[in-house]
């Protein structure tokens, strides 16, 4: 008997832990960079970073370098924005 009360004690304190750290830390990552885009100006996107666009129609122009890997977009027309990855 004494074993089982201290058993069902311990399961106890066992589900009475905090998890508010744990959804704190949660919510940090999951926020993201939006950068709004303006025409004629490149810019340098990573790779895991998003493009959309918020008008139609919209034209970019996107260019790759494969020797240092790094890729430029130039919004032509329209309207778009960049959103960075974390």
Known sequence: MKYI?????????????????????????TTATTLEMEVDRSYTVNKGDRLERTSEPTEISIDRNVQDDTTTVILLT?????????
């Open 5 to 29: 009360f201290t058993l069902l004690t311990l399961l106890l304190f066992l589900g009475c832990s905090d998890t508010v750290d744990e959804t704190q830390n949660q919510e940090v990552t």
């Open 78 to 86: 329209g309207s778009a924005q960049i959103i960075r990855a974390n």
